[in-house]
């Protein structure tokens, strides 16, 4: 049973399926998992096992007549805290939302419901989802299973390390930082971020519950919501699910992802960026990303050291005044008006981190319209690029997982990157808010583990609205590194 908890979301619900095992016998070996393995690392947060086992009993009898509720039929799963479920608290790690009851599922929730998963668990994420740990005054930090004294990532962390540890059959999670994509890398599972706008975010934690209570919501620009599992092809079995187009929308309009590019290794045409003078990536994982692609090379891949004309520097400044401007409006008017009082001392030319986060939370609307014209830009020179290229190839994060620091001033954090100290934000964002700002969907394949010890994962970024070319191409990196590995101490 042990192999069973660390299987595919696919394989696992073809086991409930041809009835090898049953749903309830499953959620049974998770829960206990979940009582033995969780304590060590706390990515499990809340728990609603009562309905679940209700709802395992009757997917098994639905089953012996014949029924079937979709593709997850029967398969216990959890879901990141910031998404609603009704029967369990959201709370998004704030302690004012600790009491919050959802009436509603999340719109990805229900889709999942709907094709027969059974929810048994919420996990952790940091407060609001804004912050690549995984700690909150509501449930206390997340460990990382392959090292307790690291970070899972966030904001996406306890589903990361949910499945990493084998607590979990699938996971749902959020990105507008890298919050799907790093925790995929730091805990060495897969992770998909979806092309902007394909999945509606509705139910999701922020906006606060009940900013838009019906049909019509508004979206966050760069969030999106996607799939994190123990394979590619599960990727691709959610992504069937939940590309949508929003409520209102779907009288006239669908989404139909079009097919991978290409379908073997040797037909695709990928160009590599492993390193950036801008952004370094630490040898750590530098190593690994490279071994990767020699072993691809081997096997047949057509790989050249080409990237799109982009200046990474320039991008980054852009991607956090935008995604500042995105959340500033959840800011409590007292502090968004000392924000404009400090942006009033701001100089031109400063271009620190603490002084693009100002600004970006209180520019005009005039200056968000330019900088958004200049991301249009940004975008054609991608597009560009991938009229040559198919996909392209690099870091998901500088470096590898990092020690937990609560330091309170986010700006005071540091992280060092081949023995240079350098700020916490663009060490653990840069890489994630380059493809993000642009839309561009990108999947994170495991593909082995540094010489510290700890997973690398590695980014795939695709064309826009071609999420199922880079979800293969995972898949073709799964067969060639070996994918998913468990931790030690979760047999």
């Known amino acids: 049973m042990t192999d069973l908890a660390f299987q595919s979301t696919t394989d696992l619900a073809n086991a409930i399926k041809s009835r090898k095992v049953q749903s309830i016998e499953l959620l049974e070996h998770y829960i206990d998992r979940v009582q033995r393995y969780n304590p060590k690392i706390n990515a499990i947060v809340a728990t609603d096992l009562d309905n679940a086992r209700k709802r395992s009993l009757a997917a098994d009898k639905a089953l012996d007549k014949g029924e079937n509720w979709g593709v997850l039929h029967g398969l216990p799963m959890t879901i990141k805290d910031s998404f609603e479920v009704v029967g369990m608290p959201c709370t998004s790690g704030s302690p004012d939302l600790k009491d919050y009851q959802p009436t509603k599922n999340a719109f990805v929730v229900q889709k999942l419901l709907d094709e027969g998963a059974v929810i048994f668990g919420k996990t952790n994420l940091p407060l609001f989802a804004m912050d690549l740990q995984s700690y909150n005054e509501v449930y206390g930090q997340t460990n990382n299973p392959w090292d307790h004294e690291m970070v ?82 599960d990727l691709d079995l959610v992504m069937n699910l939940i590309a949508a187009p929003k409520c209102p929308q779907n009288t006239a309009w669908n989404i139909r992802l079009s097919p991978t590019r290409e379908k073997k290794l040797e037909e695709f045409k990928i160009g590599l960026w492993l390193d950036d003078k801008s952004f370094p990536t630490d040898i750590n994982v530098l190593d690994c ?56 001392n701001l100089s031109d030319e400063d271009r620190g981190d603490l002084a693009l986060s100002i600004k970006g939370m209180t520019m005009l609307h005039r200056d968000w319209i330019v900088l958004d014209y200049v991301r249009t830009m940004m975008r054609e020179t991608w597009a560009n690029f991938f009229k040559e290229y198919d996909i392209l190839l690099c870091p998901t994060v500088s470096i590898t997982a ?20 350098r700020s916490y934000f663009d060490t653990t964002v840069a890489w994630a808010g380059l493809t993000g700002m642009a839309y561009l969907p990108s999947t994170i394949a495991p593909v082995g583990l540094a010489k510290n010890g700890l997973p690398v994962g590695i980014q795939i970024v695709a064309p826009y609205l071609e999420d199922r070319t880079s979800i293969h191409f995972a898949g073709l990196i799964e067969d060639i590194a070996g994918g998913f590995a468990s931790p030690t101490g979760y047999e």
């Open 402 to 421: 990092f020690p937990h620091d609560h330091t309170e001033d986010f700006f005071e954090r540091k992280l060092e990157v081949n023995g240079e100290v």
């Open 289 to 344: 990303l490279q071994n990767t692609v020699d072993a691809l090379t081997k096997a047949g891949a057509r790989i050249e050291e080409r990237r799109p004309d982009i200046d990474f520097a320039q991008s980054h400044a852009m991607y956090t005044q935008l995604l500042n401007a995105a959340t500033s409006a959840a800011l409590p008017q007292e502090i968004f008006d000392g924000m404009l009082g400090k942006a009033k």
């Open 152 to 233: 899972p990532g966030g904001s996406s962390g306890g589903a990361a390390a949910a499945l990493a540890a084998g607590l979990t059959g699938l996971e749902m999670g959020s990105d507008i930082g890298g919050s799907i994509r790093n925790p995929a890398h730091f805990c060495g599972v897969f992770g998909h971020k979806p092309t902007f706008g394909i999945v509606p975010l509705i139910g999701h934690i922020p906006p606060p519950p009940g900013t838009y209570p019906g049909e019509y919501t508004t979206d966050t620009d760069i969030a999106v919501a996607g799939p994190m599992a123990r394979s590619a092809k």
